[in-house]
């Protein structure tokens, strides 16, 4: 792959896991105000939403998964998109792949007829050499022996291929023998006597020219003979030409990665029996093997019979591809992605404000605003639920009924401002004094509900409900205003245990907004009563 496909890649990996993480760290701050039960927007519920733990976790947790699989369908977009561009990108390389195995199929195939061509061009020429010296023998009879030589060397001297022309007057054996002795004295083979011997008889009997199998030379090449029959007014003679099979090969320039083999045929140049030349082509890796095609071409020929059998082979590689066209299949393919993610985000982004919306919407419904309590109809649900959890265990479970004494007072002289965060100071010290498994509730104005969860009896409650009572007289300095020291109320407190004092949500709260007006009534929070502003050494509960 070129560098420019390279970098397009890495810049397109570094876009992506960029936009990954950005979208990724966006959800953090989303899903931990739903955690934590606050509105990420135009909510602003103070310190006390951002203490609300199990409980809030609780009511959270369908919004929470909601967020969950947002991301999740985020992600699987991005993976969908990044697979689907793999596919396309690779089906489009493996079509331009495929266009350039087609041309260099062609290519080959020219290749392949040209040097077919090449080769049957100059066994022609060996063959009409051979008819030449025929027509010149029967021109000069009687033979003469000079004039055959002088023609001969003239002949050969236009064609390096042809090793010697000359004639035998008589097919005689021993006519024979002078031949191969004293013509063909180079001939360093076992039995050519044998080998031309054949040609001969066969010529004769056939009447027309003939080529002899190949027999070795005598400088080291291979070469065959065409025997032509000469009809003279003294008998029979033979025009012989002797060829170099090597001089058949005049490669073209482009055939360096063709490697080609000569053979020997028999049976019409469909069978090779032995192999005359070999040209081997570059070398091919162990992974072009693999992964492109062997090209093959085989073709027979030569004159009067195809005696030779010409095979052709062309392993493909990396050299044969058109890396321009990949490169632009590839980049193209990279720009449509970034088309694709784009459009994508622009989709995500339209979800992620739907669900920042669901989410406002949620809070609002189901969290007071102020203190980032669980509402009314939230605490409700809850209620329901323990209660029902409750009566198929066989456990108690004790509601404790809370309302702020002299809140009306301290909100009408210090004002709403003052008044919201007492409020909300006494979120805190609920919290603060109840068990995770439990919850707090706010059903309106001062009165806020605790749910205690799988208690023993009604001393567990009682204690909690002196515990919040205690907390209540502890100094406490505002911190948003530090030169202000915050009024300290006192709370009337009510309980009631399940299955004692009620068997329904209906019951227990009646039971225990009933038991808070008569401990308001007997004075027990006395203490309750605005004192004032205290002087005291404060600090933040």
């Not at 991301?71 to 331009?96: D, H, K, M, N």
């Not at 066994?123 to 033979?143: G, I």
């Not at 329901?384 to 456990?395: E, M, Q, T």
């Not at 948003?480 to 949500?505: N, Q, R, Y």
Request: charged share 20%; glycine share 6%.
């Amino acid at each position: 792959m070129s560098s420019l496909g390279l970098n397009m890649y890495l810049l397109f990996q570094n876009l992506l896991q960029s936009w990954i993480r950005r979208d990724a760290e966006s959800y953090i701050p989303l899903g931990r105000d739903c955690l934590s039960g606050r509105d990420p927007g135009i909510l602003q519920v103070g310190q006390a939403a951002a203490n609300s733990s199990i409980k809030t976790m609780q009511a959270t947790a369908s919004l929470q998964k909601g967020i969950v699989e947002q991301v999740v369908r985020r992600f699987s977009l991005y993976a969908l998109l990044t697979i689907c561009w793999l596919l396309i990108a690779c089906v489009g390389l493996a079509f331009a792949v495929f266009l350039d195995i087609q041309r260099e199929n062609q290519r080959f195939s020219e290749a392949s007829a040209l040097v077919q061509t090449q080769l049957v061009s100059q066994a022609r020429r060996y063959v009409d050499a051979t008819h030449s010296l025929a027509a010149f023998l029967k021109v000069q009879e009687p033979l003469n022996r000079e004039k055959i030589n002088s023609y001969s060397r003239l002949i050969a001297g236009q064609d390096a291929g042809i090793y010697f022309m000359g004639a035998v007057p008589k097919f005689e054996k021993e006519a024979l023998d002078e031949f191969v002795s004293f013509q063909l004295h180079e001939a360093v083979d076992s039995d050519p006597v044998s080998v031309l011997r054949n040609a001969f008889q066969h010529a004769f009997a056939s009447g027309k020219i003939v080529a002899s199998r190949s027999f070795l030379l005598g400088n080291g090449d291979r070469g065959y003979a065409l025997v032509e029959p000469v009809t003279l007014a003294d008998g029979e003679s033979f025009a012989v030409v002797i060829c170099r099979i090597k001089a058949l090969f005049h490669l073209p320039s482009s055939s360096a990665s063709l490697a080609l083999t000569l053979f020997e045929s028999e049976r019409a140049g469909r069978t090779p029996s032995h192999r005359l030349i070999h040209a081997d082509a570059l070398p091919a890796t162990p992974l072009e093997t693999a992964l492109f095609p062997k090209l093959q071409f085989r073709s027979s020929f030569g004159e009067p019979e195809k005696h030779f059998l010409l095979e052709i082979e062309q392993q493909l590689g990396w050299a044969n591809l058109d890396w321009y066209r990949l490169n632009l299949i590839f980049v193209g393919s990279l720009a449509f992605l970034l088309v694709f993610l784009s459009v994508a985000r622009v989709h995500d982004r339209y979800e992620k404000r739907k669900l920042e919306e669901d989410n406002k919407l949620f809070m609002m419904a189901n969290f007071d605003p102020l203190t980032g309590l669980p509402n009314r109809q939230l605490f409700m649900d809850r209620l329901d639920r323990s209660l029902a959890d409750a009566h198929r265990s066989k456990r108690k479970v004790a509601l404790i009924y809370l309302d702020l004494d002299g809140f009306k007072q301290v909100n009408d002289f210090y004002g709403h401002q003052t008044g919201d965060r007492v409020l909300q100071r006494a979120a805190r010290i609920f919290q603060h004094s109840i068990r995770e498994t439990d919850t707090v509730g706010r059903l309106g104005g001062d009165e806020f509900v605790v749910l205690l969860q799988n208690v023993g009896d009604r001393s567990g409650a009682e204690a909690v409900a002196s515990k919040i009572k205690k907390a209540f007289f502890q100094p406490f300095v505002d911190l948003h205003e530090i030169d202000k020291i915050m009024p300290v109320l006192g709370t009337s407190v009510g309980i009631a245990v399940f299955p004692e004092d009620g068997s329904t949500t209906a019951e227990l709260l009646r039971s225990a907004d009933q038991a808070m007006y008569r401990d308001k009534a007997v004075g027990k929070s006395q203490q309750g009563s605005v004192t004032g502003l205290q002087s005291l050494d404060c600090h933040s509960v």
